[in-house]
């Protein structure tokens, strides 16, 4: 890739990675021959950030003007299904910050620059069919967001340090399991009220969050620091439970082990390092990316 990568992740089975690098690059690999499926610059520098579906088969990506776009992956092929650009309550663009993907493949979670999340519900026949937000938390952009294991909770954190943990709406999780989609009390038939919606989990922490992730069972969350530390939380309790590092810079990149035993962070002091959970001494580093900032990563779904 020719810029530096600011996303590489696993699809569900581990069977396809992508690489997403500053400069739009995508790139797709079939890791059962670790042969390149795919490989495009589809939006340019304008991208801001990418997500792929469970099963490997579909690619979304944000960008700083608002665009929200799903790509179908056939073959070597990217093929643009449906996108839609995102405009605030007072009609301006907003900047996409990050995105998830909801393990049903029918609802977006985009973390957006004013710090608001907006769910996209997605038809795969009809494309973008309503949006509803989260919002009247955060106050600037959310760095990252993602989907509990089962869907069912949202995880974001950013650039106010707070971290915040979210009940997927119920009218949402009827939509991202196929239900019908029935107008608001508003009459709206493109938009959900979610004004009365709080995070079930609220922390402020001493510096912006970079990235987030939950762990596969949602009782832990964990964090990536602007400062190089790694925090850990207990999703019920609300308390710290680790705090590990430091890196020597950001920490861009965080994910638990399937097993919930170990979690991963990357950094941009060019360094991966793998923290036990029951401890807080390092397993293992990995330094090879001389001159080259890490800034994301995945575990495969077995965690090998």
Known sequence: MTGHVKLAMFNA?????LGFSHDGLVTIVDTNNFKERARDNLLGVDSTCATLSIDGKKL????????????DIIGADLTKMFS?????NQDRVTTVGSLALHPTMKCV??????????????????????RGTLANVHTSRLNSVVFSTDGSQILAGGVDRKMTLWSVPEEALEAAQGGVLEPDEAGR??????????????LEQDSEILSCSLSADGSSAVS?????????FNTETHDCI??????????N??????????????SSDCSMKMWSVGGQEVQDSFSGHENARIVGLSYSKEGS
């Open 13 to 17: 089975d581990g069977s396809a990675l």
């Open 60 to 71: 979304v990506i944000g960008t700083k003007t608002g665009d929200i776009v799903v790509y």
């Open 84 to 88: 839609v650009v995102d405009y605030d």
């Open 189 to 202: 038939e493109d938009e959900y009220d979610f004004d009365d919606v709080s995070p079930q989990m609220e």
């Open 224 to 232: 990536g620091l602007e400062n190089g530390c790694v925090t850990v």
């Open 253 to 266: 990149g965080v994910a638990f082990a399937p097993n919930g035993n170990y979690i991963v962070s990357t």
């Open 242 to 251: 680790l705090k590990l590092g430091p890196h020597s810079a950001g920490v």
């Open 109 to 130: 979670a985009a973390g957006l620059g004013n710090g608001d999340i907006r769910l996209y519900y997605l038809d795969m026949y009809e494309g973008f069919t309503r």
